[in-house]
């Protein structure tokens, strides 16, 4: 993400103040969001708290600096809400062709995807310029940062959430297989 200053872009993307603008927080979920929350626990027939917990486990986990606070994807997140249930709703918002031919470009399996080491320039890098796959993977979602080692400049990225995680075993392990009978 950019803003404009004086005809100047800034990439705003790893910025403390900015950390939290491309989702929902914890706080914001407990604040504005409990009628949301306690009509879906109803309908799951589930406890408020059983809700909130299973919300956290399939939709949070973002961050897009370090320290962060945990973001809820929005787009999973009001789904969610509005269907009444849990699903996988971030896959159904594209198809995986492009990220599959990337990944065979690459030479990653999707079991490889997620627990990276890198600095900044490797993930936070414009896609057009990629010269291995975590940029992309980054910066549409498939992987984010889990930890940060200050003393080497080093971050941690790694699958952000259940529903990540599922998704991409559900929809990119069958271009792996082949029926070979």
Same mark, same amino acid.
């Given at each position: 993400m950019c803003i404009r200053d004086r005809n100047n872009i800034l990439n705003?993307?790893?910025?403390?103040?900015?950390?939290?603008?491309?989702?929902?927080?914890?706080?914001?979920? *407990?604040?504005?969001?409990?009628?949301?929350?306690?009509?879906?626990?109803?309908?799951?027939?589930?406890?408020?708290?059983? $809700?909130? *917990?299973?919300?956290?486990?399939?939709?949070?986990?973002?961050?897009? $600096?370090?320290?962060?606070?945990?973001?809820? #994807?929005?787009?999973?997140?009001? #789904?969610?809400? #509005?269907?009444g249930k849990f699903n996988s709703y971030w896959f159904g918002s594209g198809t995986p062709t492009y990220l599959i031919e990337m990944l065979n470009k690459f030479g990653v399996l999707p079991s490889e995807i997620g627990?990276?080491?890198?600095?900044?320039?490797?993930?936070?890098?414009?896609?057009?310029?990629? $010269?291995?796959?975590?940029?992309?993977?980054?910066?549409?979602g498939y992987i984010t940062i889990k930890g940060y080692d200050s003393v080497f400049d080093i971050y941690t990225l790694d699958i952000p959430n259940k529903e990540v995680r599922i998704g991409l075993m559900r929809n990119l392990i069958p271009s792996y297989i082949t029926n070979d009978t």
């Amino acid at each position: 993400m950019c803003i404009r200053d004086r005809n100047n872009i800034l990439n705003i993307s790893m910025l403390k103040p900015y950390a939290a603008i491309c989702g929902i927080t914890q706080e914001e979920m *407990q604040e504005q969001m409990t009628a949301y929350i306690e009509r879906l626990a109803v309908s799951q027939e589930m406890s408020k708290e059983e $809700t909130l *917990q299973k919300l956290k486990e399939k939709y949070d986990g973002y961050h897009f $600096t370090w320290p962060s606070p945990d973001i809820y #994807n929005p787009f999973s997140l009001f #789904n969610a809400f #509005n269907d009444g249930k849990f699903n996988s709703y971030w896959f159904g918002s594209g198809t995986p062709t492009y990220l599959i031919e990337m990944l065979n470009k690459f030479g990653v399996l999707p079991s490889e995807i997620g627990g990276i080491e890198a600095v900044a320039a490797e993930f936070d890098a414009p896609t057009e310029r990629m $010269t291995s796959i975590t940029p992309l993977l980054y910066q549409s979602g498939y992987i984010t940062i889990k930890g940060y080692d200050s003393v080497f400049d080093i971050y941690t990225l790694d699958i952000p959430n259940k529903e990540v995680r599922i998704g991409l075993m559900r929809n990119l392990i069958p271009s792996y297989i082949t029926n070979d009978t």
